[in-house]
């Protein structure tokens, strides 16, 4: 990650005293969660980012040279009963999920351009009730893991009417399978 970082945020490791944050975004269908792991709202980019202190906590998120998939998992805890039923019916999938990290002067003002450490998808949504609040858990997958997913389609009309309908490029494919064509001078 050192080489990530450049400018200001580099700088700031350099110091004896290190203010380190994490900011997540969550794109959910219902809207945009923006939090981040202090206390209070921070205003960055334009937008609040609600803080969540220790309730929030995030996994390693690690990088490797290989072409590998690594992912992040979000956490929430003390989220309140009534809330949970709104976040069980979230549909989630496939939605953008983005992990920052910022650095804070000894002002206690935010660094300009906190690093992005993790883009991704949320893939799944595990909750741990414990009757008044909750936990709630989202794990992310970058875009490396998209390549073990096996692509199912076929040259086929049908195929290509359902992602591109009135296209009438494999319009005769099925008339071609057993088509004999001959070349040249007639028999």
């Given at each position: 990650m050192a080489e990530r970082l450049s400018g200001d945020p580099k700088a700031e490791t350099f110091k004896d005293v290190v203010r380190p944050a994490?900011?997540?975004e969550l794109q959910f269908a219902s809207g945009t969660t923006r939090a981040w792991t202090g206390v209070g709202t921070l205003t960055w980019n334009g937008e609040d980012w609600l803080g969540v202190g220790t309730f929030g906590r995030v996994s390693t998120v690690t990088e490797t040279l290989d072409l590998k998939a690594v992912g992040a998992r979000f956490e929430l805890s003390g989220i309140p009963g009534d809330l949970v039923a709104s976040m069980v019916g979230e549909p989630l999938q496939?939605?953008?999920?983005?992990?920052y990290l910022a650095f804070f002067d000894e002002?206690?003002?935010l660094i300009p351009d906190p690093v992005l450490l993790f883009r991704g998808f949320m893939d799944s949504c595990e909750l741990q009730d414990?009757?008044?609040?909750?936990?709630?858990?989202l794990n992310a997958e970058n875009r490396l893991a998209d390549l073990a997913r096996a692509r199912v389609r076929r040259y086929t009309d049908a195929d290509q009417q359902a992602e591109y309908p009135g296209d009438l490029g494999f319009a005769y494919v099925a008339s071609m399978?057993?088509?004999?064509?001959?070349?040249g001078r007639s028999p």
């Open positions: 994490l900011l997540a496939g939605k953008k999920a983005l992990l002002d206690w003002q414990g009757g008044q609040t909750a936990t709630i858990a399978q057993d088509l004999q064509i001959l070349w």
